[in-house]
């Protein structure tokens, strides 16, 4: 498919914008944020997300979502990476894909629907260790009776305080499988984790927590397609919030003044905002090539989830380190808004792999060095 | 351009494509497939012709009989009269089989789709079809000793002689000047008009008594630059494109196809098969002992695949009508510089061996730098992208 919008995209695109826009912008996260409650997402927000058809829209129109594709659930959350929407956006979109890779079809009819509708927050716990490694597989799956138990634990849950279920990965016979374990199982302690961006992570402890396992084989590839689908939309996110910094940051460049004269005017900062601008370019293109590949199923889509991800962490990076350098001392203050999406770029560039991450990824992977 | 609206059907697309790549098999001599492109070893017509090779000669003349030197130029000036898509397919099958251009020209990629736009009926009557049919080597004479970044202060005089301008004057950087039939040039014809209004865009024929040509040595050793000089030459009003003192607005226009040009041929292209280079070279034990190394070649592979990414997405934005007028500026600037990063990278991966004076690289690499300069310095990209994009104030 063409690297350019269909018409269908820009009307997600629009309706996104305008929901984040009128109901979400970043006074909203920022009263969340400071409101004292431990849950820092509005569900009544969630809702209207739902039911414009924003939540997970790559999940398949027999799965009852609206089949939008890949390309779509990153559109719109690029549109919440300008506003620092927390809803649980992306914990849904991951999580689908987990359940229509790996689950049975009675368990994708019981467990898609509720996802889309926004009724259910289903949260991937996928990783072990601090730095992501998803080769890094300790937690133990053990027959009992009909079921299963879990023991292990699993750190970097995204949205995964308070979440109403957990996808949980784990070794089974042998191979990597996939479970669903619900909110208040025996034996599972979930634990909040305050970040600096103020998000709903945890890490969970399972002991002998029981488990419905999605699906009876193999879930190797279904996970392989999680972390895809999930790389390519942080790095989605990651676009918008670092597109957002910088029209903020070009923005103060053309109002502050300083010796007699905007300070936009002088040559040492535009020509480091042009550079920006250029990079956010070519970065656009990368986001959208690896949802684009994710949709088509090509064989490069792996690596090009790769690729966005490990240019757009890098990219945020470096424009959050700017937009904070060149609104001065304001740009440090809690007061000012650029604080929180350099906080989020972090996160974001830390879940699911860094830059240094996806760099070995593909130099290792794809390129044989 | 000419780029048509309508969509061809995907069957249609399909079964041209088939035809394309059968006619390919059958006219473009093997020898010429897959070997490395140079200045030097392509075909650049002119009065005077010189094929690199006899099989050159070959596939420009079964290349020429199709005008598919020009494919999507209108049919009516001599052009191949393709559609945006098809010229993809075109380009896409020859690169299927490593087929090199068969005619390399600054007609092609500048003058053509600057005069196809400002150019009257008659000029485009009688230059569009000498540039397909390579039968014009064209030369383009923009920066002088004293403009360069600042082109718009150039001083090469054209005095209004009633039905001829009298030029006076020195380029530099005069792509091929030495070797060229004719030569683009901007020239002040109106001294006393603000320095942008008083810029005429000339068509000078090179050989008369008045022009003159000498070839500058780069630090690669190539001579593709000249220095032009202008002595009273003579040059017919007939040869003036677009209106006179508003010659700015025609190279800023052809301007915009050489940084497109040279941002997606140097920042994407070649470089994708650097990691193969690097495991030839050092093997994968070589490169482990070397992380610093192999993780430069792994950054190179990465910023090389999001340049083609680029490049198709500036296709597609075209064809859709959606294209970022500063798509060109930021090709350029981000392209050259890759080119320049990639190419001094690959001199690192021959370690000593690549100092030899005719080694592998050598030439690739001290040909990058200067593009990081040539058609407008990327410094000048920067203050485009400022001021233009951004919209930010200037200094005052």
């Known amino acids: 498919m063409a690297l350019v919008l269909t018409q269908d995209e820009t009307m997600v695109v629009d309706s996104a914008r305008g929901l984040f826009e009128r109901e979400a912008p970043v006074t909203a996260f920022r009263a969340l944020r400071d409101g004292g409650e431990p849950l820092a997402w509005d569900r009544s927000l969630y809702g209207k997300l739902a039911e414009n058809g924003l939540v997970a829209p790559n999940v398949a129109e027999q799965d009852g979502g609206i089949g939008m594709g890949i390309s779509a659930a990153g559109l719109v959350l690029e549109q919440s990476g300008h506003v620092l929407a927390a809803s649980p956006l992306l914990s849904a979109a991951i999580s689908a894909t987990l359940i229509a890779c790996a689950a049975s079809n009675q368990q994708r009819a019981d467990l898609l629907g509720p996802i889309v509708s926004g009724e259910r927050v289903v949260a991937p716990a996928l990783d072990e260790v601090a730095r992501h490694d998803p080769a890094l597989l300790e937690t133990k799956a053990e027959k009992s009776g009909d079921g299963w138990t879990l023991t292990g634990s699993k750190t970097a849950v995204i949205d995964g305080f308070d979440a109403d279920s957990y996808i949980v990965s784990a070794m089974a016979d042998g191979a990597p499988a996939l479970f669903l374990v619900e909110k208040g199982a025996s034996g599972l302690v979930v634990d909040r984790f305050a970040a600096v961006d103020s998000r709903n992570y945890a890490k969970l402890a399972l002991s002998g927590t029981p488990a419905t396992r999605l699906g009876d084989s193999d879930a190797s590839a279904a996970i392989a397609a999680g972390l895809d689908l999930g790389r390519a939309l942080l790095a989605a996110e990651l676009l918008g919030a670092a597109d957002e910094a910088f029209t903020r940051t ?71 380190m700017e937009a904070m350098q060149m609104h001065g001392g304001i740009g440090m203050t809690d007061d000012f808004d650029v ?31 | 351009m000419a780029t ?50 006899e099989q050159h000669k070959l596939w420009f003349e079964r290349m020429a009989s199709r005008a598919w030197t020009v494919p999507t130029w209108p049919a009516e000036y001599g052009g191949g009269g393709l559609d945006a898509a098809q010229g993809r397919v075109l380009k896409q099958e020859m690169e299927r089989i490593g087929a090199p251009d068969a005619l390399s020209s600054l007609g092609i990629m500048m003058l053509g789709p600057a005069l196809l736009k400002f150019g009257t009926e008659e000029q485009k009557l009688e230059h569009i079809p000498l540039i397909a049919q390579g039968k014009i080597r064209w030369a383009q004479g923009y920066s002088e000793p004293g403009a360069g970044s600042d082109l718009a202060s150039l001083t090469t005089k054209g005095e209004d002689k009633g039905d001829h301008f009298l030029v006076n004057g020195q380029k530099i950087w005069t792509t091929y000047g030495h070797k060229a039939d004719m030569i683009f040039t901007l020239v002040r014809t109106e001294p006393d008009a603000p320095k942008h209004l008083g810029i005429s865009f000339l068509l000078i024929d090179m050989d008369q008594p008045g022009v003159n040509a000498t070839p500058i040595r780069m630090i690669s050793g190539n001579e593709h630059f000249a220095q032009t000089f202008f002595d009273d030459a003579v040059v017919s009003k007939a040869n003036l494109v677009g209106e006179q ?59 090389t695949w999001a340049m083609q990414i680029a490049g198709e997405r500036m296709y597609d934005a075209g064809k859709a009508g959606v294209l970022s007028p500063f798509s060109p500026n930021v090709m350029k600037l981000l392209g050259t510089e890759l080119a320049a990063r990639r190419t001094r990278l690959a001199m690192s991966l021959g370690g000593f061996d690549e100092l030899a004076v005719d080694g592998r690289d050598t030439y690739e690499w001290l040909q990058a730098p200067p593009n990081c300069v040539a058609g407008g310095s990327n410094e000048v990209q920067l203050n485009v992208l400022s001021k233009r994009a951004l919209e930010l104030p200037e200094h005052k």
């Open chain 1, 250 to 320: 070009v923005s103060y460049l053309k109002e502050r003044r300083q010796f007699d004269r905007v300070i936009g005017s002088f040559q040492a900062l535009q020509h480091r905002a042009a550079r920006m601008y250029s990079r956010l370019d070519i970065a656009r293109g990368v986001v959208l090539k690896a949802l684009r590949a994710l949709d088509e199923g090509n064989d490069d889509a792996t690596w090009l989830a790769s690729l966005s991800k490990a240019t757009m962490t890098r990219l945020a990076r470096d424009v959050m």
């Open chain 1, 339 to 369: 604080g929180l999406f350099v906080k989020r770029a972090q996160s974001a560039g830390e879940l699911l792999g860094d830059d240094h991450f996806h760099t070995e990824r593909l130099a290792a992977g794809k390129w044989g060095l």
């Open chain 2, 4 to 53: 048509q609206i309508e969509e061809r059907p995907a069957s249609e697309l399909d079964s041209f494509r088939l035809e394309v790549r059968e006619w390919l098999a059958e006219n473009c001599p093997v020898e010429l497939r897959n070997r490395p492109r140079g200045m030097d070893t392509s075909f650049w017509g002119g009065r005077n012709p010189v094929y690199p090779s």
């Open chain 2, 245 to 303: 003192g508003r010659g700015w607005d025609v190279a800023k226009y052809l301007l915009t196809f050489e940084r497109s040009s040279m941002g997606q041929s140097l920042g994407g292209g070649a470089g994708s098969t650097m990691a193969e280079v690097a495991i030839d070279r050092l093997g994968r034990e070589g490169l482990a002992r070397e992380p610093g190394l192999r993780r430069e070649v792994a950054e190179t592979m990465m910023e």
